[in-house]
């Protein structure tokens, strides 16, 4: 089994400079904001045989996320520089993922803290497979939310997972394995950690990303394979309807990549083996 890697961050806001820590032991102040407050946002970055996949994308929602939260801008060059003296420091292995964590300090201070985790992926070959099975729950969100109420954060990828969190025992308690949140006035958002994804006839399309959710970096990343094959894309707004009618559908995420649809709310629904498996090996071999 690989070691993970940690790296404490001198300065993640102004300047490079990281420090090698021992994961196993306490690092992070007890009276760190991303710690007492959840005041913090991370990414999770996919690492194939030493690639960081998606890289430039993640930096890039990292950024925005901190504008979102009003954090100082991440200085992208420290990060990225953490991000491949990590895959430097770990063991070689076949699928690895790196977490960027970047919280507001310890209040009072102004002073932010960054670190970056890396270790070896679980084995999602079952998700990407025989596929998923899901539940629709009610995000309590009306789709203008973004819009309406924007210090509820709505597109940010922060620290503050209890609602995610909690979302997933429900899906448990209900026999399924993942959710899809669903806004009150009808329309499909994402789930606590994937993003939605249905090819309808001859295109791939996910929800809008202007209804309060976070643009998927893995999601943008099957676009620009669907594309190369042919298929049209687009953001739309879609409803439980839609997900039904799919030719196939999906939730997307960094770490399991494009896990299959099988059944919504004990309805069952088929699942496109042939497309998933291209899908996801066209994932794997990104360069960037």
């Known amino acids: 089994m690989a070691t993970p890697v ?11 400079g990281f420090t090698a820590a ?22 999770t970055i996919t690492v194939i045989d030493g690639i960081p996949q998606a890289l430039d994308a993640h930096l890039t929602r990292l950024e925005r996320s901190a504008a979102l939260l009003e ?12 991000v491949f003296a990590a895959i430097d420091a770990h063991d070689d292995a076949p699928e690895s993922f790196i977490k960027l964590l970047y919280s507001r300090g310890i209040e009072g201070t102004d002073e932010p803290t960054g670190w970056v985790y890396m270790q070896p992926s679980g084995d999602f070959s079952a998700e990407r497979t025989e596929g998923i099975a899901v539940v629709l729950l009610d995000r309590g969100y009306h789709s203008t939310i973004a819009e309406t109420s924007p210090w509820l ?29 669903v806004s009150t006035d009808g329309y499909l958002l994402e789930g606590p950690t994937a993003t939605v994804v249905l090819k309808l006839d001859d295109r791939f399309v996910t929800p809008d990303t202007h209804l309060g959710i ?18 049209r894309t687009a ?28 059944s919504v709310d004990g309805v069952p629904r ?14 794997a071999s990104r360069t960037s």
Request: hydrophobic residues 45%.
């Open 6 to 16: 940690l790296l404490l961050l001198h300065d993640p806001s102004r300047s490079t």
């Open 71 to 82: 954090l100082p801008a991440p200085h992208l060059a420290a990060w990225r520089e953490a």
């Open 235 to 262: 953001y739309e707004k879609l409803t439980p309807a839609d997900l039904l009618r799919a030719d196939a559908a999906w939730l997307v995420s960094s770490v399991r990549n494009a896990a299959p649809i099988r």
């Open 214 to 231: 976070l643009p998927g970096t893995t999601q943008e990343s099957i676009f620009e394979i669907a594309v190369v094959n042919g298929y």
């Open 22 to 43: 021992d994961p196993a032991l306490p690092v992070a102040s007890a009276l760190d904001l991303g710690i007492t407050r959840g005041d913090g946002i991370f990414e």
């Open 153 to 181: 954060l709505q597109g940010a990828k922060t620290l503050s997972y209890a609602i995610n969190r909690a979302a997933a025992r429900e899906a448990h308690r209900r026999g399924a394995d993942d959710v899809i949140f």
């Open 270 to 283: 088929s699942i496109d083996a042939e497309l998933t498996e291209s899908i996801n090996s066209g994932l």
